[in-house]
């Protein structure tokens, strides 16, 4: 009987101290970038909870205290009316292996004080891109166990209606292969591979001798010309193809009518066609290949007349759109029209005056030729806003400064206002980031959950580290690194939204050839979308309508969880400068 009692005493206990570790093993209520930290950076975690006063850091043994610290005091999130307490261990600078505590509540997941912690992140979100690339088999040498056939050769695609000319009428074939497949679909749109492409060459501009030995594994990558250029080139000789010769004119995409199931690339055999040349295709083409001009001129050796063709194509695409500017790609318009019809993403976009500035600055600056700031209204108003694919107006800007020693006299004179202006919208964003509930300047207003709000996050970093280097000032770089804890953890979901990084990762991307190669992991190195209210995927999973939190890491989400060319260069860009100017924290 005594026995029995006994045993049941030891298993009540047993069972207690299993809840209890149960209780304290709850590492999704510590948020905190699950990558890791510089050592010299700033560390911060965020305690999701009912008020706490302390937490410690522990060795990997999870038992050794290296360091103590004290929460802030508690913060409220005016999003979710969350509350949350900081905990700042930024004074702890010793490289390692640990994880941080709140005494009787839980532990963290690991994560890693050390120098180049990020350098693996940025290396593999470049690669995201080789993962995309069109009409090409990617073997396992280079694509690991993501190892898949060519998909869409586009060598036969076809005129649509909307498209047809005199040279070329409806049903033309023309030949348009290569490039990357827009996101979690598999068709290819001009419009977004101009921001992507404007964001991909501003790093390599903002940091060249970084990507000098930068390398990640794709057929290229002894080539002598570094490989984000390389990787960029694939999407590029894309781009090219669909300028129509006769009159300069650009594509706005090449797309089937419909989307494709959830099937491997090379399953994916619907007829495709080019659709109605646009004003927004025009301009963000001729932006992309004036920069690719300053790009790769000093590649000529490699890459011989490469640089000239750029800008010819960018000229003539100008004149295209000089004679055009009405033309605006309206998709249900063409559709009362034309036939087939065709319903894949729209980048439909009614205002052009960005996309003039954009193209107007980078041909300004690589043809020297003044006319062209007098062409169009490069300084319209103050009011900056953040690029996104329909708003690109400040890549241009970030273009100007920085190519301050190579502008004309009169380029010269933009740059006072210019930098006063993006000065000042940085100092918007930092602006009551220390009051913030994750201490991140993402997430400020409701209004940053958007659709790719992945994106938003690292695109805002990016003008951070634009006001970075106009002032040397470290808040700057400070608050972009915020961002980048945001994107690997430190957010309100607790997923580190990079595929492939982080102890809680996303599993489910829209992503078709993640959801259809029947391996667990999804491919790496892709940016899932975040949290977006607007839930207009309709999945049933979603468990809440907070914006910062409406998130769910399932397939059927794609306005939560797909991922996209135009998200993943912003987060190259993010990691990848970061990581270039780490030495400065
Ligand atoms: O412009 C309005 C703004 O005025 C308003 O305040 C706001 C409130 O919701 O909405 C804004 O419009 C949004 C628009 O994006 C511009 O940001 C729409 O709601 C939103 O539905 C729209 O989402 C776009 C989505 O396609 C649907 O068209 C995303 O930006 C765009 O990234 C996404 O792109 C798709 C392609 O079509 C197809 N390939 C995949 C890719 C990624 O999901
Ligand atoms: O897969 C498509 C995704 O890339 C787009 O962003 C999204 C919105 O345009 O549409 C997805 O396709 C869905 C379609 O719109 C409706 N039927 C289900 C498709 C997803 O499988």
Known sequence: MTQLFNLKKISLQLTLLFCLQQVLAQP??????????????????????????????????????????????????????????????????????????????????????????????????????????????????????????????????????????????????????????????????????????????????????????????????????????????????????????????????????????????????????????????????????AQANRVFKPFEKQLPGLADSCLTAALKAWEWAKANPKALYLQNENNKQFDPDVVTGEYGDRNSADEWIWAATELWITTKDDSYSLQTNLFPDNNLPLPTWGQVRMLGYYSLIRSEKILTPKGKQTLPELKKQITSFADNLLNGVNQQAFNTVMGKTARDYMWGSSSHAANQGIALLQAYKITADKKYLEGALSNLDYLLGRNAIGYSLLTGFGSKQVMHPHHRPSEADSIAEPVPGLLSGGPNPGQQDKCTTYTTKIADESFTDDVCSYASNEIAINWNAPMVYLAAAIEALQKKF
């Open 28 to 289: 999704e209520n510590i948020r905190l970038n699950q990558v890791g930290f510089y050592p010299k950076g700033p560390k911060t975690a965020v305690w999701v909870g009912d008020i706490q006063t302390g937490f410690v850091i522990l060795a990997q043994n999870k038992k050794d205290v290296v360091f103590i610290g004290k929460l802030s005091a508690q913060r409220t999130n005016a999003i979710s009316q969350k509350t949350t307490q900081i905990a700042d261990f930024s004074a702890f600078q010793k490289p390692g292996k640990y994880y941080i505590s709140i005494p009787d509540k839980g532990i963290s997941y690991p994560f890693e004080i050390k120098n180049d912690i990020h350098r693996e992140a940025a290396k593999a979100s470049l690669k995201g891109f080789y993962y995309q690339r069109v009409s090409t088999d990617l073997p396992e040498k280079f694509a690991e166990k993501w190892h898949r056939n060519a998909g869409h050769p586009d060598d036969k695609v076809l005129v649509h209606p909307s498209a047809a000319s005199r040279e070329r009428p409806e049903n033309t074939v023309i030949s348009s292969p290569k490039g990357w497949y827009d996101a979690g679909d598999y068709n290819k749109y001009i419009v977004n591979s101009g921001i992507t492409m404007g964001t991909l060459f501003s790093l390599y501009e903002d940091h060249p001798s970084y990507f000098k030995s930068f390398e990640i594994n794709i057929p290229e990558s002894k080539n002598g010309i570094p490989d984000l250029l390389d990787e960029s080139l694939w999407n590029l000789r894309w781009m090219l193809t669909m300028q129509d010769p006769n009159d300069g004119g650009v594509y706005h995409k090449l797309t089937n009518p419909s989307f494709d199931g959830m099937v491997m690339p090379d399953k994916a055999v619907k007829p495709r066609y080019v659709v109605q040349k646009s004003i927004t295709a025009a301009l963000d083409f001729a932006a992309v290949m």
